[in-house]
């Protein structure tokens, strides 16, 4: 693979504008490159012919030159095309690039090459820069974080009497450099206290900030991020000055933050309830926040590998572009402009690369109870392997499907069961029942399709739905999903693909009248199945999204919990099926497959209500009005010659159905687009306490 093509696959695609421009550079070198062949004189045909001489100098092998000294330093100088400086503008530093040999013939060429070539350095190096003082900030307010944390684990724990917190909580500093790896069972019960994690705090501190350009001098080194970790036993002694123990009295300071969670916490909110409680110091609001705290603390993680990619990237990105600049015009440039690279911001700066190791051992020691291997697990990503099980399990059912549609087609066609006496009783009973999943799997269809071409298109479909990392769905695990509940769906079918009454009791068999039920409940069981099996992880967050939006008032909406309304608004005809179900089988009108329903004011009623529903849930919508409210065709009662009544209302909801596909794929970019334009990355995670911002400017 081509390096432009890897750089542009490896991109956070909401950075997408920040990185550097490698194909518009690329562009300008070709126009630099079709200049110089084009001024160059063609090639003698046939190689470079020289006529014989009778006499030519020979110098000898052995003979020794005689070599005039040149300070190398002025030669290196003379012999290179371009001189980089640095210009202070507004408080920030930019680079500009001379290019020293434009008097040349087409040295315009390599002029705006350079020029833009700085714009773009100067563009990844802001942003960087950027990003760089957030994460500082946010080490900052994690510290706090952490601080408040510990002094709430001490004070649940409740050590024994003569445990003195103070006393304790010092001799934790002087020992917080330690690496959490040593500690050990023979560690003194208040470092531990019961075993649990360590109460000791690994500060994340910062004295500046660097804005200029790092040289690597012991004076910038003192100013960068002063972070106990793993270190040698010089380098504990010497930060053992700044290591803070997590005083009780802080928690004098802070309240927790209690965002409305559950439809009782929202009521509250909106009966002026405080947002923020009282301390209350037991082993519930202590999990809780721990649990705030390590997601906070992924994240946070997360944000720090994509920065250091991202400098990472661009930084080789400059390299190649310059090989490529010296390759093409036979100078040698890319020394010169690479050593600016080295020694500007975005080449020099550790202090990611810094966090991103005290971090690690931060989290390791306190929400992975010193276990690295644990911690790791949880903060570093895990890649989504391609299955071939899923991919072989995928076409088998697919070929099972096409199968049982050829099957059950040859069937209606060698018994003429449209013809039958019973079919059209069949239509209107059977096939509301059965056309519930045949608008499930079409929908689950579009749903791949989508997720197929947002992954082409690098739409970070994750990050907008807020996915668990490594838990979201391919298009062919949704295809997989889609094909089981298709293959069962047309077995069901020919199961019951029977008219026959008993001629004795008028009754059809109740086994296969229950078929449809039974796949129903299958699917019900298996939607809902708290055991780790067929994506559980998906699975509790469909679910915990219908809870959201049948509770809509009550919760806050976020976009996950719309999307999925905006689903059920497409999906109105299914609902209604569902609510066939319950009337079939309730009243009994499955043993002689009657259709009583629509002959009932309440079933009639409720079938008004279970189309509001979903438009209630989401309030009716900029677009596509006819479709949108196709569901009025059952109650206007179109009807067409050539088709059945059902048939015709299964037409119209499938293509409603179509339609929320392709919506959805828009939808999705859209959102997309508004990330990138914010350069937004990253989801915000609620932090768990709130500090009293008074107190500490009066500190």
């Known amino acids: 693979m081509k390096f432009g093509k890897e750089f542009e696959a490896q991109m956070v695609p909401e950075w997408k504008e920040a990185y550097m421009d490698y194909t518009y550079l690329k562009t300008l070198l070709k126009d630099v490159q079709l200049y110089k062949q084009r001024s160059q004189p063609p090639a003698t045909p046939g190689g470079l012919k020289r006529n014989l001489t009778l006499y030519r100098a020979f110098s000898g092998l052995i003979q020794r030159q005689t070599h005039h000294s040149i300070d190398p330093h002025v030669q290196d100088i003379e012999s ?210 721990e649990e705030q705290l390590k997601q906070a603390f992924i994240e946070f993680y997360q944000k720090l590998r994509l920065l250091k990619n991202y400098s990472f990237l661009n930084a080789l990105a400059f390299s190649k572009i310059m090989k490529k600049y010296d390759r093409i015009t036979s100078r040698s440039a890319a020394k010169t402009y690479l050593k600016m690279v080295d020694n500007s911001y975005l080449g020099s700066s550790d202090e990611v690369t810094r966090l991103i190791e005290r971090v690690e051992n931060t989290f390791t020691k306190h929400f992975s109870n010193s276990n690295r291997n644990n911690g790791l697990n949880l903060l570093r990503p895990k890649p989504t392997r391609a299955r071939h099980r899923i991919t072989f399990s995928t076409g088998f059912l697919a070929g099972c499907t096409a199968a049982l549609v050829l099957a059950l087609t040859l069937i209606i066609r060698a018994r003429k069961i ?104 299958f699917v019900i069981v298996i939607l809902s199945c708290p055991f780790n099996i067929m994506y559980r992880s998906s699975r509790l967050f469909f679910l915990t999204c219908l809870f959201h939006c049948i509770c809509a008032p009550l919760y806050k909406v976020t976009l996950p919990d719309f999307f999925l309304a905006d689903q059920f608004t497409s999906q109105v005809q299914a609902l209604r099926s569902l609510e066939f179900y319950i009337c079939y089988y309730g009243w009994g ?38 479709l949108r409210f196709a569901w009025l065709q059952t109650v206007l009662d179109f009807e067409v010659d050539f088709l059945h009544k059902q048939a015709m209302i299964s037409i119209i909801a499938s293509l409603e159905i179509i339609r929320r596909g392709v919506w959805n794929f828009f939808r999705v970019e859209n ?17 768990p306490f709130n500090y009293d911002e008074a107190e500490d400017k009066d500190d």
Request: charged content about 20%; aromatic content about 12%; hydrophobic content about 40%.
């Open 80 to 289: 290179q095309p371009i001189m980089v400086s640095s210009v202070q503008q507004d408080g920030s530093v930019s680079y500009q690039t001379t290019f020293l040999l434009s008097a040349e013939e087409g040295g315009e060429f390599e002029m705006i090459y350079f020029k833009r070539l700085d714009d773009e350095f100067n563009k990844v190096d802001k942003f960087y820069r950027s990003k760089v003082e957030e994460v500082m900030k946010e080490a900052a307010m994690l510290n706090k974080q952490m601080e408040a944390l510990i002094a709430f684990r001490i004070k649940v724990e409740k050590p024994s009497p003569w445990f003195n917190s103070s006393v304790e909580m010092t001799r934790l500093a002087s020992d917080v450099a330690t690496s959490a790896a040593t500690l050990s069972p023979s560690t003194p019960r208040g470092a531990k206290l019961h075993g649990r994690v360590s109460m000791a705090m690994e500060t994340i501190s910062e004295d500046s900030i660097r804005n200029g350009q790092s040289d690597g001098s012991s004076e910038n080194k003192e100013n960068e991020i002063q972070f106990n970790g793993q270190k040698s036993q010089t380098d504990k002694e010497k930060d053992n000055s700044n290591t803070k123990p997590a005083s009780l009295e802080v928690l004098d300071r802070v309240r927790l933050n209690n965002t409305p969670e559950t439809p009782c916490s929202t009521i509250k909110s909106f009966l002026n309830y405080s947002t923020q409680t009282e301390l209350q110091f037991n082993r519930k609001n202590l999990k809780k926040v």
């Open 589 to 626: 009108d499955f043993k002689h497959r009657q259709n009583t329903c629509n002959s009932s004011s309440i079933f009639k009623a409720f079938s008004f209500i279970v189309a509001v529903i979903p438009y209630w849930c989401r309030c009716i919508q900029v677009l596509n009005i006819l």
């Open 418 to 521: 449209m013809n039958h006496p019973g079919s059209t009783q069949y239509m209107q009973t059977m096939f509301p029942l059965y056309s519930l999943f045949g608008f499930i799997v079409l929908h689950m269809f579009m749903y791949a399709a989508n997720v197929y071409f947002w992954r082409r298109y690098r739409v970070n479909q994750s990050f907008i739905f807020g996915f668990k990392q490594g838990s979201e769905l391919s298009y062919l695990d949704v295809l997989l999903l889609a094909f089981v509940l298709a293959a069962l769906t047309l077995a069901s079918v020919l199961a019951n693909l029977d008219m026959e009454m008993d001629p004795s009791t008028k009754d059809y068999e109740v086994f296969t009248e229950l078929i449809p039920l039974i796949l129903v409940l």
């Open 671 to 687: 959102e997309h687009l508004n990330n990138v334009g914010k350069f937004r990355a990253f989801k915000s995670v609620p932090l």
